[in-house]
């Protein structure tokens, strides 16, 4: 028989058993719906994400890019071109100019898989003929003329010959000239929230640059002794950069690491830096062989000593006492005086114009035939590149005031001009 304790003691027994049954059965319930709920709320984030970013999906690709249209082609130096062409007219000078080919005489721009051009011949054709003005392009093409008198063409009496012809090249593309390198790192790591849970930041900042040097010559030929004039020649410089920056940013959040990463890589263009080459070398040597003071287009530049030093043998050995004077008095006209008449004789106007114009110089002095050639080099170098000098210019050939005028100590379209050169 069991007594009533017993039966009591049992009974006990199976209701802790049962309530301890019970409590593990909830834990697990509460695990379970604790887990779904986190499953659940990342399933809804991770469809909501996508759905918001669909440009994440790797089945839609897409790309923009802007659409460009047709430019004209403008670049710091065409203003200046275009500057000397009005210059050739007010000064009443001009050339006819035949190029030669030019092209790459260094072999990079086959080594480097065309980084500079093989050829730049239109390039230089473009920035003469950009000039206008009296100067006269006049292209080398005699597989044209071939081809024109194969088509029946052979009345060529009227075509223009070439005073002068321009040869040169690319005689410099050194690559690499300096290169510096900068960088900044800095880091941070703690393993505070346990070893299985690391934490850090890592940031890394670097930039490289470079520097490439592209150097053009051009020299002039005279054409009808085939020989070079002294002087007329240009060898130019110019520098072209190239950078590379770098910027990297990376955490680590309890084992998984994330990471951002940029680049970017500029680069001045070698086809644009021959471009500005060519432009101010032909204002160079077309200013050197018309003795013209091309320095004045070009900020920054200082007087050219060839330009100066055949101006000053045109003074003193092309003109006698006579066409000084006159030379000066068409200039005073140039300059707005216009009642000044080339004369060649410095009357009571003439002087009246030279006072009033070292007036505006603020040059003092005791006799005017003390300042004859520096008066001419102040007069010569400061005339107006303005419509009003050009119409000036233009009512001195209409009132036939002044012949065609040669160059006074460089060249010109008269053969005593380049001679003098020679």
């Not at 990079?108 to 239109?122: C, G, L, N």
């Not at 930039?207 to 040097?213: L, N």
């Not at 004045?296 to 530049?301: A, I």
């Not at 050995?317 to 000044?340: C, P, S, T, W």
Request: hydrophobic letters at 35%; proline letters at 4%; charged letters at 25%.
């Amino acid at each position: 028989m069991i007594s009533q304790e017993e039966i009591n003691q049992l009974y006990q027994e199976d209701n802790f058993v049962q309530a301890e049954t019970h409590s593990v059965s909830g834990l697990q319930r509460c695990c379970f719906f604790y887990t779904m709920k986190k499953i659940t709320y990342t399933v809804l984030f991770v469809l909501i994400f996508l759905s918001g970013c669909a440009k994440i999906d790797p089945r839609h690709v897409e790309i923009e890019i802007p659409s460009g249209t047709p430019e004209l082609k403008e670049t710091e130096l065409s203003q200046a071109l275009k500057k000397l062409g009005m210059m050739t007219e007010v000064y009443g000078v001009k050339a006819r100019v035949m190029i030669d080919k030019i092209s790459d005489n260094t072999g990079s721009a086959e080594h480097t898989k065309a980084e500079i051009p093989y050829d730049i011949t239109q390039m230089t054709v473009s920035a003469l003929n950009l000039i206008g003005g009296n100067i006269i392009f006049i292209p080398y093409r005699p597989d044209l003329i071939v081809n024109l008198k194969n088509l029946g063409f052979n009345n060529l009496e009227r075509k223009i010959n070439p005073s002068v012809i321009i040869t040169g090249g690319i005689t410099e593309f050194d690559r690499g000239l300096e290169t510096q390198e900068d960088s900044t790192n800095i880091g941070y790591e703690t393993d505070k929230f346990g070893e299985k849970s690391p934490f850090g930041i890592d940031h890394m900042q670097g930039e490289k640059r470079s520097i490439a040097s592209i150097t053009i010559d051009y020299n002039m030929i005279d054409i009808e002794t085939m020989s070079g004039l002294p002087g007329i020649q240009t060898a130019n410089t110019m520098q072209v950069h190239k950078g590379i920056g770098k910027k990297e940013l990376g955490f680590t959040l309890f084992g998984p690491t994330l990471g951002l990463k940029g680049e970017m890589k500029k680069v001045e263009g070698r086809h644009a830096a021959l471009r500005l080459l060519v432009q101010s070398s032909m204002i160079q040597i077309i200013g050197k062989y018309l003795d013209l003071p091309y320095w004045r287009l070009l900020p920054g530049v200082k007087p050219d000593p060839v330009v100066e030093m055949y101006i000053k043998k045109g003074w003193h050995y092309q003109m006698n006492e006579d066409a000084r004077i006159k030379k000066i008095q068409e200039l005073l006209f140039l300059h707005g005086y216009e009642y000044v008449d080339r004369t060649g004789v410095v009357d009571n106007l003439t002087i009246r114009a030279i006072d009033n114009f070292l007036k505006k110089k603020k040059v003092i002095i005791k006799s005017f035939k003390e300042i004859y050639f520096s008066l001419y080099k102040m007069l010569y170098y400061s005339v107006p590149l303005d419509d009003a000098a050009l119409n000036r210019r233009y009512i001195l050939i209409i009132k036939n005031k002044t012949p065609p005028l040669p160059k006074m100590g460089g060249a010109s379209d008269q053969q005593h001009s380049n001679e003098t050169k020679k």
